[in-house]
C-alpha cells in the first residue's frame, strides 16, 4: 500500500515542503526567457517597419471610392470629381462578357457622373434635341468637343450609345430592371429599346448585364457597402458598446456583494432571454405564413450579399428558433447534471469575490486590457488596409473584336500614340485592377501574412500581461497571514510592474507558441476554402482531421498557459518550468480538479451570455427600427445586422474581460489552495493560510468526488465501512463479557468463549476459542480475513507459551477439571472460583498493559481438531 501511495508522487514531482519564510509572491526573483523577449522586441521593430512602409504606400481611398477607366476616384473630396460620386457604364451589356470573370472589370467605357440617368434617350435622337442634348451630355467624357457629330463622338467613344433609366446601387448606376406579376422584365414599362443603326436592346439582355456587373462589384467592392453601414452608424455601436461594459461592470460589482442572489438571477435570466428569443423567433415565422415568396428554402436562395432577404423567409425563423430550442434544453440539462457541483461552484465565486473585495482595482484593470487590445487591432487593421492598397493601378487593352494584344498591359498616356490602336482600331486602355510588378509587390502577401502573426502574437501577449497581473495580485491576498493587513497596497500596480520587468520574455514565450498554433489554423481554413470545389475526398477528410486536430491543440495549450502565468506569478521562474510545476501540482489534486473544472467557467459564461443577450436584443429592436420612440434617429443601413452582430461580437468581448477576472480569481486561489496543503497541516506551527469557507468548499468538492464514482467502489466503500462497524460491535462485546460473571453456559460454545477472559486454558483451547471469537460476528469476504488475522496475532502477542503451562499447574492444584471438547463431547465443570475468576481477569488486563513480544508457538492447532463456530442462543 505504501509503495503505491508514493507512486504519484514520483511521477507528478514531489510536493512543496514548508518554507516558514514564503509569504506569497516572490520578490527576490531575476528575469526569465530572456531570449524570448529579445525576439519579441525585434518582431515588433519589423512590425512597425512594416507599418510604415505600408503607411506611405498605400491608399484606402481605392477600398471606399469606385474608380472611373482613368484610375480616378469617384466622389474623392479635394478633387474635380467630388461631386461625381457614382460610377456609369457606356455599354453595360459587355459587363456581360466572360471577360468579366477573368478580369473583374467591364470592358466599356466607365466615366463619375452627378447623378444616374432618369430617362431612355439615344446619341441620335439627343442630338436633334437642344434640351435633350444639353442632359444626355452630362455622361460623355470630359474634354471632348461635343459639337460633332453623333457618329464621330460614338467613333471616338466618347458618349454612350444610349442611356436608360438607372439606379444607384453600392454608387454604381444599373439600369432599373422591375418584374411584373407575368415574370415580364422591363425598364420604365418598356421591354425593348432601338439604339442607333436599328440595333434593338431587349431588357432580359440588360439584366444579364446588369447581374454580370453585379459579379465584378461583389468580387471587387463588396466591402464597401460594409464600410458605409459602419460611417452611418459607427457612433451608436460605440454606445451599445458603453451599455455593455456599464452592464459588466455593474454585474461584477454586485457579484461582489451578492454573489449566491447574483449567480441565480443570471441564471434564471440568462433562460428567461433564450426563451424569449425562441417566442421571437415563432412570430415571425407564424407572420410569414402565406406571405408569397416566404416559404423559399435557403438552399434555393443560395448565397446572398444581403443577408436581410434571409430574415423574409419562414425557414430562417425555423432554424433559429430550433437552435435556440437545443441551447435551452441543453442549460436546462447541465443545471440540473450538476446541481450537485453548482452548489460547489456558487460558494467558490463567493469566496472570489470576497477575495475581488480586497483587491478592488481588479475590477478596472479590463479597462487597461480593452485599450492595449484596442491599440493592437486597430494597428492590424489599418496596416491591413494599407498593405491591400498599396498597389499601383493596371490598365490593360480591352477589344471587341480579336487582336494579339488583347489584355495586355498599356499606358493610357501614350496609348493614343502606339501601333496598337492602329493594329486593333476598336481596342481601349482601360483601368484593370491595382497590382504591381515591383520587389514591394511581388512581396505584399508575405507582409500581410507578416501582419497577421504579429497581430496574433501581440493580442495572446496583451492577454498574458493581464493574467499574470491578476494572477499576482490574487496570490499576494491568498499568502497574506493577516487579511488585510498583509496584503500590500498596490497590490495590482506591484504585480503589472513585475510581469513587465522581469517577465516579459516567458509572457512572449507562452504567446508565442498560441500564436503559431492560431496561424496555422487559418492556413488550414484558407486551404479549406479553396478545397470545397474540389472533388477529393480524402483530402477533405484530412484537412477536417487536422484542423480538429490543431482546434484541441489550442484548447489545451491555453489552459496550461494559463496555469503556468500562475505560477509565474507567485514563483518568478521562466516559462518551461512554471508549466511544469503547475501541471504536476494540478495532477496530484485530480480529484479536485475533476469536480471543479470548467463548473464556475460554466456559470461565468451564462453571464457572459446574459450581458450578450440583453445588449443584442436592444440592439437589434433599434436597428432595425421597431422601437417607434427612436426610429427616427435610427441611421439609415445597407445591412441593419452589420451594427448588430458588430455590437454583439464587441459586447462579448467586453463581458468576458470583465468576468475574466472572477475566472482568474478562481483558478489562482485553487491552485494556492492546493500549494498550502501541500506546505501547511493545520497545525499551530504550520496553520493553513486559506479561509475555513474555503476549506470546507474544496473539502465538499472532494466528498462529492467520491461520491460519483462507479458503483463498485462505491460498494467496496460501503462494505469497508459496515466492517469497521461490526468490529466495533464486537470490542463492546468484549468489554461486557469482561465486566459480568461467568454463568453456566448451555452449550460448549459458550463455554470456551467466557472461560478465554476467566480461565486459562491450554494452549490449543486459547487459540481454537480466539479464532472463534473473530466469527462472532459475520464479516464480509474481504474484511474477515483481515480481522482474522489481526486478533489472532492478538492471541499470540497475550499468551505465551510459559503463561499457559504456569495457569495450567495452579489449575490443577484448585482441582479443576476440564475436558477438551469433541464431536460428541460435553464439558462438565465441577466449581469455579471467584478468586480465580478474578485473578484470570487481572493477569489478562497486566498483559494488555505490558504486551511481550510474541513468541513462535511450538504447537499450533492440530488438522484433526473439530473448529469451532459461535451458535447463537
Not at 362 to 391: H, R
Not at 663 to 690: H, I, K, Q
Amino acid at each position: 500500500m505504501k509503495a503505491e501511495e508514493t507512486e504519484p508522487e514520483s511521477k507528478f514531482g514531489d510536493p512543496r515542503k514548508f518554507d516558514p519564510s514564503f509569504k506569497g509572491p516572490i520578490h527576490n526573483r531575476s528575469c526569465t526567457d530572456v531570449l524570448c523577449c529579445i525576439l519579441f522586441i525585434l518582431a515588433l521593430m519589423g512590425y512597425f517597419a512594416v507599418g510604415i512602409l505600408a503607411w506611405s504606400q498605400g491608399d484606402p481611398k481605392k477600398v471606399i471610392y469606385p474608380t472611373d477607366s482613368r484610375g480616378q476616384f469617384c466622389g474623392q473630396q479635394f478633387t474635380s470629381l467630388e461631386k461625381k460620386p457614382l460610377l456609369f457604364y457606356f455599354n453595360i451589356l459587355k459587363c456581360a462578357s466572360p471577360l468579366v470573370l477573368l478580369e473583374l472589370q467591364c470592358p466599356t467605357t466607365q466615366i463619375c457622373v452627378e447623378k444616374c440617368p432618369d430617362r431612355f434617350l439615344t446619341l441620335v435622337k439627343a442630338k436633334l434635341n437642344t434640351q435633350n442634348w444639353q442632359y444626355y451630355s452630362q455622361f460623355c467624357k470630359q474634354d471632348v468637343d461635343l459639337t460633332k457629330s453623333a457618329p464621330e463622338l460614338l467613333r471616338d467613344k466618347a458618349c454612350p450609345a444610349m442611356i436608360f433609366p438607372s439606379k444607384a446601387f453600392t454608387r454604381r448606376c444599373l439600369p432599373a430592371l422591375e418584374t411584373k406579376k407575368d415574370g415580364v422584365v422591363v425598364i420604365g414599362n418598356e421591354t425593348s429599346f432601338t439604339v442607333g443603326n436599328n440595333t434593338n436592346v431587349n431588357t432580359t439582355d440588360l439584366l444579364e448585364a446588369s447581374k454580370k456587373s453585379n459579379i465584378v462589384m461583389e468580387a471587387r467592392q463588396v466591402f464597401m457597402r460594409i464600410f458605409e453601414d459602419y460611417t452611418q452608424s459607427w457612433h451608436w455601436i460605440l454606445l451599445g458598446l458603453a451599455v455593455a461594459m456599464v452592464l459588466s461592470l455593474l454585474f461584477i460589482v454586485l457579484l461582489r456583494f451578492l454573489a449566491g442572489v447574483m449567480v441565480w438571477v443570471m441564471i434564471i435570466m440568462v433562460l428567461l432571454v433564450i426563451a424569449y428569443g425562441i417566442f421571437h423567433c415563432y412570430m415571425q415565422y407564424v407572420q410569414f405564413q402565406g406571405q408569397p415568396g416566404a416559404d423559399v428554402s435557403i438552399t434555393d436562395l443560395g448565397l446572398q450579399t444581403d443577408f436581410s432577404v434571409y430574415l423574409q423567409l419562414q425557414q430562417t425563423w425555423l432554424a433559429f428558433m430550433i437552435i435556440l430550442c437545443i441551447v435551452e434544453v441543453i442549460i436546462i440539462l447541465l443545471l440540473i447534471f450538476l446541481r450537485k457541483r453548482l452548489q460547489i461552484a456558487i460558494a467558490l465565486i463567493k469566496e472570489a469575490s470576497r477575495a475581488v473585495g480586497h483587491v478592488m482595482s481588479s475590477l478596472f484593470y479590463p479597462l487597461l486590457t480593452f485599450a492595449l487590445l484596442a491599440l493592437v487591432i486597430a494597428y492590424w487593421a489599418i496596416t491591413a488596409v494599407f498593405l491591400s492598397t498599396s498597389n499601383t493601378a493596371v490598365y490593360k487593352v480591352f477589344n471587341n473584336s480579336e487582336c494579339e494584344f488583347s489584355r495586355q498591359t498599356c499606358d493610357p498616356q501614350t496609348f493614343n500614340i502606339s501601333n496598337i490602336s492602329s493594329v486593333c482600331p476598336d481596342a481601349e486602355c482601360m483601368f484593370a485592377f491595382y497590382g504591381g510588378e515591383t520587389f514591394y509587390h511581388r512581396f505584399l502577401i508575405l507582409f500581410q501574412f507578416y501582419n497577421l502573426f504579429l497581430f496574433f502574437w501581440c493580442v495572446n501577449f496583451v492577454v498574458a500581461l493581464g493574467n499574470v497581473t491578476l494572477a499576482g495580485a490574487f496570490a499576494s491576498y491568498y499568502w497574506a497571514f493577516k487579511k488585510p493587513e498583509d496584503i500590500p497596497a498596490f497590490p495590482v500596480f506591484s504585480s503589472f510592474g513585475r510581469a513587465l520587468r522581469y517577465h516579459t520574455g516567458s509572457l512572449a514565450f507562452g504567446s508565442l507558441i498560441l500564436a503559431i498554433v492560431q496561424v496555422i489554423r487559418v492556413v488550414l481554413e484558407y486551404l479549406d476554402h479553396k478545397l470545397k470545389g474540389a472533388e477529393n475526398r480524402f483530402a477533405k477528410f484530412l484537412l477536417s482531421c487536422l484542423k480538429c486536430c490543431f482546434w484541441c491543440l489550442e484548447k489545451c495549450i491555453r489552459f496550461i498557459n494559463r496555469n503556468a502565468y500562475i505560477m509565474v506569478a507567485i514563483y518568478g521562474k521562466n516559462f518551461c518550468t512554471s508549466a511544469k510545476d503547475a501541471f504536476f501540482l494540478l495532477m496530484r489534486n485530480i480529484i479536485r480538479v475533476a469536480v471543479l473544472d470548467k463548473v464556475t467557467d460554466f456559470l461565468l459564461f451564462l453571464g457572459k451570455l446574459l450581458i450578450v443577450g440583453i445588449v443584442g436584443i436592444g440592439s437589434f429592436f433599434f436597428f432595425s427600427g421597431r422601437i417607434k420612440a427612436v426610429e427616427e434617429a435610427a441611421p439609415s443601413l445597407n445591412y441593419y445586422w452589420v451594427p448588430i452582430l458588430t455590437v454583439v461580437f464587441g459586447a462579448y468581448v467586453i463581458a468576458h474581460g470583465f468576468f475574466s477576472v472572477y475566472a482568474m480569481c478562481v483558478d489562482t486561489l485553487f491552485l494556492c489552495f492546493c500549494e498550502d496543503l501541500e506546505r501547511n497541516d493545520g497545525s499551530t506551527e504550520r496553520p493553513y493560510l486559506m479561509s475555513p469557507e474555503l476549506h470546507d468548499i474544496l473539502s465538499v468538492s472532494k466528498v462529492t468526488a467520491v461520491e460519483e464514482r462507479k458503483e463498485g467502489e462505491e460498494e467496496e466503500l460501503a462494505l469497508q465501512e459496515n466492517g469497521e462497524v461490526q468490529l466495533k460491535q464486537q470490542e463492546s462485546l468484549k468489554q461486557e463479557n469482561e465486566e459480568e460473571t461467568p454463568l453456566m453456559q448451555e452449550t460448549v460454545l459458550k463455554q470456551e468463549v467466557m472461560l478465554t477472559q476467566e480461565v486459562p486454558l491450554r494452549q490449543e483451547v486459547v487459540l481454537t476459542q480466539e479464532i472463534t471469537l473473530t466469527r462472532e460476528v459475520p464479516l464480509n469476504q474481504e474484511t474477515a480475513g483481515l480481522q482474522v488475522t489481526t486478533q489472532k496475532e492478538e492471541a499470540e502477542l497475550m499468551l505465551t507459551q510459559d503463561e499457559v503451562r504456569v495457569k495450567e499447574e495452579k489449575k490443577e492444584e484448585r482441582g479443576v477439571e476440564l475436558v477438551m471438547p469433541g464431536p460428541q463431547n460435553t464439558v462438565q465443570q465441577n466449581g469455579i472460583h471467584e478468586d480465580d475468576v478474578q485473578e484470570a481477569v487481572e493477569s489478562r488486563e497486566e498483559e494488555q498493559q505490558e504486551p511481550e513480544e510474541p513468541k513462535p508457538l511450538e504447537n499450533g492447532p492440530q488438522e484433526s481438531e473439530t473448529p469451532l463456530t459461535p451458535q447463537n442462543e
